[in-house]
């Protein structure tokens, strides 16, 4: 069975600083998505890494895909409130059930 | 708004019921993803609809089934409904195949029973 670990699984932070969410496997992943939930509504997409050793930014996020694509993080700088929620991530098992993982996600508090 | 619908949003009912949760996909996604997330739990992947028939089962009860209509929508039926049935319900949409592995979340389904 294919599963992605994210670690921390909790992090509470003050407002300013740096943070960076782990996602493991030790399977491969043709590409890795990451999500953002808030409480009560659906996860939304932050981004798709697709190539081994890919670096995507979205503004004060970089997500990063490993060399062999079976890892990924996520780092945030300058953490606001706003980014507070539960980060993640997910992607394609390969396994031949075409089943689609998520990881078992970081619940992020950023406290201003 | 991620385009992709759920009706109802909020469900209230009894154990020993039935239910009916109701889906509609983005434009042009012919894939249906459905997940039940409890209480500050991940979400858990039940089942998937390609173009009306069934692609993948994952942790799915018995007791619950779903289907995919011609117009894409897709309905969950959850039956005998027990306590611990009490959880978020979403269902997701995928582009076709080589567009992109994304999936769009709906706002979900919150069912409680009672």
């Known amino acids: 069975t294919q599963l992605l670990e994210q670690s921390p699984q909790f992090l509470s932070i003050q407002e300013g600083e740096n943070l960076t969410v782990y996602c493991n496997s030790s399977s491969v992943f043709s590409s890795l998505q990451w999500y953002r939930q808030e409480p009560g509504e659906g996860p939304v997409l932050l981004v798709t890494v697709v190539t081994g050793g890919e670096v995507k930014k979205l503004k004060r996020l970089t997500f990063q895909f490993g060399d062999a694509r079976k890892d990924s993080s996520l780092h945030i700088t300058a953490a606001q409130p706003g980014d507070t929620g539960l980060y993640l991530c997910?992607?394609?098992?390969?396994?031949?059930?075409?089943?689609?993982?998520f990881g078992t996600g970081t619940r992020l508090k950023v406290l201003a | 708004d991620s385009g992709v619908t759920q009706t109802p949003k909020h469900l209230i009912t009894a154990t020993g019921q039935r239910v009916t949760l109701r889906c509609s996909p983005r434009?042009?996604?012919?894939?249906v993803y459905w997940y039940q997330q409890s209480l500050d739990q991940g979400l858990q992947f039940l089942i998937q609809?390609?173009?009306?028939?069934?692609?993948a089962k994952g942790n799915i009860l018995e007791r619950f089934s779903a289907q995919q209509f011609p117009d894409l929508h897709s309905e969950l039926n959850l039956s005998s409904l027990e306590l611990g049935d009490s959880a978020l319900y979403f269902c997701a949409s995928k582009p076709p195949p080589g567009l992109a592995n994304e999936q769009f979340f709906g706002p979900g389904t919150r069912l409680t029973v009672l």
């Open positions: 434009s042009g996604d012919l894939s």
């Open positions: 997910a992607g394609y098992s390969t396994s031949g059930t075409y089943k689609y993982i």
């Open positions: 609809y390609y173009n009306g028939e069934e692609r």
